[in-house]
Structures are given as structure tokens and as C-alpha cells.
């Protein structure tokens, strides 16, 4: 299985901006996606993107999370702009065997990194 590591991660102050990167140990041609847990709550999908590009966002960071790749699909991005503290929480990446994110088979199926932490101070 690809093994991901996610870095970027730390304290920031609200309406401040933080760009987390996952890295894998092979090219990934199918869809990958950002999830986060915060404290006592379940683990959320956040953003995914499918093997042709195409993105998807939870309706708590539209418009101010960027989920993007590289062009050799070793390295993806996820760009959060206008950070609220209710943005705090553990994020991790996900690399799914599929084209298309589905994250009921995605999360059970794909790779997982070991998340990195990020703090919104208010």
C-alpha cells in the first residue's frame, strides 16, 4: 500500500492562512481527499479530489480551502485561507483505489497518512 505523510500542520491565528502537504510514496492516478477530527467529534471528509481534477468541498470550508495536486501526483495540497478555531482538529490524507472519491469505500479501502495538527488560536 502507498504510505502518505502530511506536513504543514501548527498554530495560527484566526483569519490566518496554512498549507498542509501530503506525500506519497508512489505516483497516485486516482482520487485522493482531506479529512479532519477534531476533539471528541467524528473523523469529517473535508475535500477530495478525483483522478481527473474535479473537487469536492464540505460546505464548512467553501470557499476557503483549496484542495489541489501536483502534476506527477506525488504531492497534494490542501490550502486553507480565513482559518476559524472551529477549523481545529488532527487533518489527514487519503489515497483511494478508485477514480471518483466515495468516501465510504475510499476510507475503508485506501492508504492513510498520520495526520498532522493544526491549531485556529481566536
Known amino acids: 500500500q502507498v504510505r502518505l505523510v502530511e506536513s504543514g500542520g501548527g498554530l495560527v491565528q484566526a483569519g490566518g492562512s496554512l498549507r498542509l502537504s501530503c506525500a506519497a510514496s508512489e505516483t497516485i492516478i486516482n482520487a485522493m481527499a482531506w479529512y479532519r477530527q477534531a476533539p471528541g467529534k467524528q473523523r469529517e471528509l473535508v475535500a477530495s479530489i478525483t483522478r481527473g481534477g474535479s473537487t469536492n468541498y464540505a460546505d464548512s470550508v467553501k470557499g476557503r480551502f483549496t484542495i489541489s495536486r501536483d502534476n506527477a501526483k506525488i504531492t497534494m495540497y490542501l490550502q486553507m485561507n480565513s482559518l476559524k478555531p472551529e477549523d481545529t482538529a488532527v487533518y489527514y490524507c487519503?489515497?483511494?483505489?478508485?477514480?471518483?472519491?466515495?468516501?465510504?469505500?475510499?476510507?475503508?479501502?485506501?492508504?492513510w497518512g498520520q495526520g498532522t495538527q493544526v491549531t485556529v488560536s481566536s
Open positions: 487519503n489515497a483511494c483505489p478508485f477514480s471518483i472519491y466515495i468516501s465510504s469505500r475510499c476510507s475503508t479501502s485506501g492508504s
